[in-house]
C-alpha cells in the first residue's frame, strides 16, 4: 500500500486560533476531522493543558493518528464517527461541552495519496472515494446507477463543472458496455468529452468530477448542514469554532452558519442594545481568511482554503453554551 504524506493547511493559524480556548487545565478540543492528526499533534504540543477528542470517519486514519499520538497518552481519544455525530460522540464519554470545535473539511492527505482509496485521479486505482470504507455506496455505484440527470446534477452542483450535462451523457452511454470500475477509464471519458480549450485552463479536467463524487458519496454538505449547529452548540463560553473550507458550497454553508449565530436580533434603528440581547457568539475572523503564497507554493492543497472562526461571548438563551 502506498504511504501517505500530510501536511496540515493553514497550520500556524489554526492553532493560534484555538489556543485562547485551550488555555485553562482540562480544555476539551474536538478535532471532527482528525486525518492523521497533524493538526491535533500540535495542538497537544502546544497548548499544554487541553485534550483533544479526534472524530473521523475513516477507520484506516483513527489507526495512523492514534499510533501517532500515542506519545500524548491520555490526553488524546480517537472516537469513529462522522463529524456531524458531535452530540453523540460527547454524550458517550460524559461531556456537555467543550471548548473548541476544529473542522478541516473536504478530502484528507492520506486519502489523496494512498492510492488504492481511489480519491485521485492521477493513478488508475479503484472507484471507491468513501471515507470510512466500511459502509455506504462508492463512486463506482453512483457512476453506475445514477441517471443521468442525477449525474449532471451531481457534477454542476458539486465540481461547477460546465459539461456536467456532456459528461453524464458519456457515463451512461458506456456503462452500457461495461459498469465503471477504476479512475483510468473515468479520466479516459472526461479528456475525451472535455472540449480541448476548456482542458488547458483550470487544473487537470478530471478534477471536478472527482471532486463531485467524493462529496456525493460521502453525503459532505449534508453533514455539514447538521454538523455546524451541533459543533456551535457545544462551546462553553470562551469557547471557539474554527473552520477550514476548500470548496464554495461548504464555505457557504459555514458562513451562513456563523453569520446567523453572530447577528443581532436587535431592530436597527434602536439606539443601543439592551443588556440579554446581544449574539451569543462573535466572529473572530474578518471574513474567510485565504492561505497567502508563500504557503501555496510549500502546499498547493492551500490554495482554495478558506478559514473562519467564532467564539462563543455569552451562554446562550436555550441554555447550550453555559459555563
Do not use: W
Not at 443521468?148 to 457534477?155: F, G, I, P, S
Not at 460546465?162 to 461495461?178: L, M, N, S, T, Y
Amino acid at each position: 500500500m502506498s504511504s501517505p504524506r500530510h501536511v496540515p493547511v493553514l497550520l500556524d493559524r489554526v492553532v493560534a486560533l484555538l489556543a485562547p480556548a485551550l488555555e485553562r487545565p482540562g480544555a476539551v478540543l474536538v478535532d471532527a476531522t482528525l486525518g492523521l492528526g497533524g493538526h491535533t499533534e500540535a495542538v497537544l504540543t502546544r497548548c499544554e493543558l487541553a485534550r483533544v477528542i479526534g472524530v473521523d470517519r475513516d477507520t484506516e486514519a483513527l489507526r495512523r493518528a492514534g499510533e501517532r499520538l500515542a506519545p500524548f497518552g491520555d490526553r488524546f481519544t480517537g472516537v469513529h464517527a462522522v463529524y456531524d455525530e458531535i452530540p453523540e460522540v460527547l454524550a458517550d464519554l460524559g461531556l456537555s461541552q467543550v471548548d473548541a470545535v476544529l473542522f478541516d473539511l473536504g478530502v484528507s492527505s492520506m486519502q489523496l495519496d494512498v492510492r488504492e482509496r481511489g480519491f485521485a485521479y492521477a493513478e488508475d486505482a479503484p472507484l471507491d472515494m468513501r471515507m470510512d470504507g466500511t459502509t455506504g455506496p462508492t463512486a463506482a455505484d453512483v457512476l453506475n446507477t445514477y441517471s443521468a440527470a442525477d449525474l449532471t446534477r451531481v457534477l454542476r452542483d458539486y465540481g461547477e463543472e460546465k459539461f456536467a450535462r456532456k459528461i453524464a451523457g458519456a457515463i451512461v452511454r458506456q456503462r452500457e458496455d461495461a459498469p465503471f470500475t477504476r479512475s483510468g477509464r473515468l479520466v479516459e471519458l472526461l479528456y475525451a468529452e472535455i472540449p480541448a480549450p476548456a482542458r488547458r485552463t483550470g487544473g487537470h479536467p478530471a478534477k471536478r468530477t472527482f471532486q463531485a463524487l467524493r462529496m456525493e458519496v460521502n453525503d459532505e454538505l449534508a453533514v455539514l448542514r447538521r454538523a455546524m449547529p451541533a459543533a456551535i452548540d457545544a462551546i462553553a463560553v470562551g469557547g471557539r469554532v474554527v473552520v477550514e473550507s476548500y470548496h464554495s458550497l461548504e464555505d457557504r454553508l459555514v458562513k451562513q452558519a456563523f453569520t446567523a449565530v453572530t447577528r443581532s436580533e436587535v431592530p436597527h434603528d434602536l439606539p443601543f442594545v439592551p443588556e440579554g440581547s446581544e449574539p451569543a457568539l462573535r466572529l473572530v475572523t474578518r471574513g474567510a481568511e485565504k492561505a497567502d503564497e508563500d504557503e501555496i507554493r510549500e502546499n498547493p492543497r492551500a490554495a482554495s482554503v478558506r478559514l473562519r472562526a467564532v467564539e462563543r461571548v455569552r451562554a446562550s438563551t436555550t441554555g447550550k453554551g453555559a459555563a
